[in-house]
């Protein structure tokens, strides 16, 4: 064998040890309390987002900055626990947060996920207040503009307290 080749073979031979020999050192022993977690087990881990900050940056709306006077405190803890379920994709917190009444009739709106930004002006309709929540749609579809905005309908129940009971 000529200089270079011979070259060659002992490079090729020393890196397959030291590759056999790594392999080697990664396993752990029996009652070893030092154990070591795979390198692609920590890079999975760090670069997974936190679910909480991903579901803050789709509720983007200003709740401490609502002045409008149609908007009273128990109907903004009713759109923030809805809102907070759309986020979080919780349908038994979404449930809880309407009325009795609703059901399942607005499940449907968890198909089109939306980046909530803010809150429209109220309006009163006889003895319902509408209040427009606008966003972004997330799953962008052809013709389809990526502004959104749902109305939540609010009427006072029997014991007086502000309930969601439609949105559109």
Not at 64 to 92: C, H, Q, R, W
């Amino acid at each position: 064998m000529n200089k270079p080749a011979q070259f060659i073979s002992i490079l090729i031979l020393s890196i397959s040890v030291s590759v056999f020999a790594g392999c080697g050192k990664q396993e752990t022993t029996g009652t070893s309390t030092n154990e070591t977690v795979p390198a692609a087990s920590e890079s999975a881990i760090q670069e997974r987002p936190d679910l909480s900050t991903t579901h803050q940056s789709l509720d983007e709306i200003k709740w401490n900055e609502i002045k409008d006077p149609l908007i009273e405190y128990g109907m903004i803890t009713k759109l923030k626990a809805a809102i907070s379920a759309f986020v979080s994709n919780d349908l038994d917190q979404f449930h809880a947060a309407l009325s009795p009444r609703v059901g399942t009739a607005h499940d449907y709106l968890f198909d089109y996920p939306v980046k909530f930004t803010g809150i429209a002006e109220a309006l009163q309709e006889n003895d319902r207040v509408l209040v427009p929540i606008v966003g972004e749609r997330l799953n962008k579809e052809e013709g389809f503009s990526p502004d959104i905005r749902y109305t939540f309908y609010f009427e006072k129940d029997k014991d007086g307290v502000w309930t969601i009971v439609s949105i559109d």
